[in-house]
């Protein structure tokens, strides 16, 4: 009688282990996230590092929670994720539900400290030392990326973090001092669209970057000098590009919406003028919208 009462314990404990399991199980789903970047306009600039050390998520505006399953740090050139490319950080199993933020830590120096030693983020310049990323005084507590997602029960959704260089990475004074504030953008993958095209009748001498802003947005005052140094120029462009050689364009990880491209020159890195606006551009999730700009039309 003992050993059959205790069979029946046992076979009771395995179905409630199986069946906390099973339950455990179907309450999760899949988020797999990659990195990309808008390209930065400061010349001769070769390399941007960042090393990211750890992930974690926002519950619908309630908790945080980390990323155990993350393999870091991790360090990424993200002057080699632009026009559309990216690189998998990781995919990750996690309840099922609405997630509000990501937040992302990474390994750089605190902007007291005045000579870092193998700081994980840095810039290489084509002739020049390379130069360590700095943090704001103060703890790193991490920074925040704008847009939330939906974990669906036993699926996957796939997004971007868009980490934006140019708007991030921060000149101080004359001492070639950078500081690293980031602005990052979460982008569904299956939700986002592109805009890409070709230029011509390009001026010799001149590099054209094109801006993307959704409609109605953008206004003269986007163009004008940063009043301080720890903000870029057309801060409220969602995106941008540097022309390439092959004189064409792309903007991707787009909302589904209106956008007006802001078409500009630079020479060596540095901002010479708004040539034009091309307005009301359309853009479909998982599309491909084609917007061919001639400058013809801009240059008298």
Known sequence: ????????????????????????????????????????????????????????????????????????????????????????????????????????????????????????????FEDAPTQALFVPSGSNSGWKAVGGFDVPLNGEVSITVDFDARKSIMEQGANDFYILKPTIRTIVENEAGKIVGGLSNIPEGIDVVIYAYEDGIYTSAEAEDPMSDTTARFPNAVTSDIVDDNDSYHL?????????????????????????????????????????????????
Not at 51 to 68: C, F, K, M, P, R
């Open 252 to 300: 991707a990880f787009l909302a589904a919406g209106t956008y007006d491209l802001i078409v500009t020159t630079s020479i060596d890195g540095e901002f010479q003028e708004v040539l034009g606006i091309v307005e009301d551009v359309e853009v479909e999730s998982n599309t491909t919208t084609t917007e061919p700009i001639d400058l013809s039309a801009f240059i008298l």
């Open 1 to 124: 009688m003992k050993k059959l009462i205790s069979l029946i314990v046992l076979f009771l404990f395995v179905a409630f282990i199986y069946t906390a399991c099973e339950e455990d199980e179907n309450t999760k789903g899949t988020v797999s996230i990659s990195i990309t970047d808008a390209p930065v306009d400061m010349s001769k600039v070769s390399a941007v590092y960042l090393t990211i050390t750890e992930i974690q998520l926002n519950v619908s505006g309630n908790s945080w929670i980390t990323l155990d399953e993350f393999e870091g740090p991790q360090k990424f050139n993200i002057l080699e994720l632009t026009d559309g490319n990216s690189e998998l950080m990781g995919s990750f199993t996690i309840d099922a539900g609405h997630y509000s933020q990501l937040r992302f830590y990474v390994d750089a120096p605190e902007q007291s400290d005045a000579n870092p030693s193998n700081p994980g983020c840095y810039i290489e």
